[in-house]
């Protein structure tokens, strides 16, 4: 048991933990699993990918995204995923349509672990969903992403009236943005004050980013090119 185990274990209650590292048994076979030595290189790699198949089929009107990367890549075999996961990075992001980061990083099943809300906010059931990554599944990359046209942030942005619940949701991203009028620079602070939630309401996940087992990275999702850029 490694150390940021034993610890998210003492911090956050060792029996219902270990029943659910029983119901998940995360250890077996992990040699089976697409594993990348860099993550964050392979994360951008696959967005390259996706964002020239992109690219190719805004231009070319027969083209499908589907059938433009022949590339080979790792495939986890559908006899391990039934059993265990190693997925190699983290990825809290927008619940946006547009925005699915299996397809934004060109990766397939079993290798990101994503969590999702509109707005991107690491509301209290996000950061636990990260931790379970990074101290169960030992997830050695967190990615907190926005991307272009974000209507939740949109939304903070305006003074439309919303369902209480909706302004619920808005709040966080009101406090982030803090008054901005340019969607852009208010897409990149709520996405970097994401970020700075996470490590400041996880000893877990601070502790993983100070021992150097995690990397924590902030990006951002351009719509009209596919990119996905590194702004932290
Ligand atoms: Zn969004």
């Given amino acids: 048991m490694g150390i940021q185990r034993r610890h998210f274990l003492q911090t956050t209650g060792g029996l219902a933990l270990a029943a659910l590292m029983r119901a998940w048994p995360v250890e077996a ?25 992109w690219q190719r089929a805004d231009q070319e009107t027969k083209t499908t995204l ?9 495939f986890n075999s559908p006899r391990a995923l039934a059993t265990s996961q190693h997925p190699w990075a983290t990825v809290l992001t927008c619940s946006d349509s547009r925005v699915s980061p299996s ?22 059931e996000a950061i636990a969903s990260v931790e379970y990554s990074v101290s169960i599944l030992k997830t050695p990359l967190l990615m907190v992403m926005g991307h272009s046209g974000c ?21 966080p991203i009101r406090e982030n943005i803090s008054g901005s009028s340019d969607l852009e620079e208010a897409v990149k602070r709520n996405a970097l004050a994401s970020a700075s939630t996470l490590m400041q309401r996880s000893a877990v996940l ?27």
């Fill in 29 to 53: 076979a992990e040699k089976d699993f697409c594993v990348p030595d860099n993550p964050l290189q392979a994360l951008m790699a696959g967005n390259r990918r996706f964002a020239e198949a």
């Fill in 151 to 171: 209507g939740a942030v949109t939304a903070a942005m305006g003074t439309d009236p919303l369902t209480p619940s909706l302004d619920r949701l808005i709040q």
């Fill in 206 to 232: 601070a502790d993983a980013k100070a021992s150097g087992a995690l990397k924590l990275v902030v990006g951002c999702f351009q719509l009209s090119s596919g990119v996905v850029t590194l702004i932290e």
């Fill in 66 to 74: 589907r059938a433009a990367d022949p590339d080979p890549r790792c």
């Fill in 103 to 124: 397809w934004v990083f060109d990766t397939t099943p079993g290798e990101l672990f994503v969590i999702r809300n509109a707005g991107n906010t690491a509301f209290t």
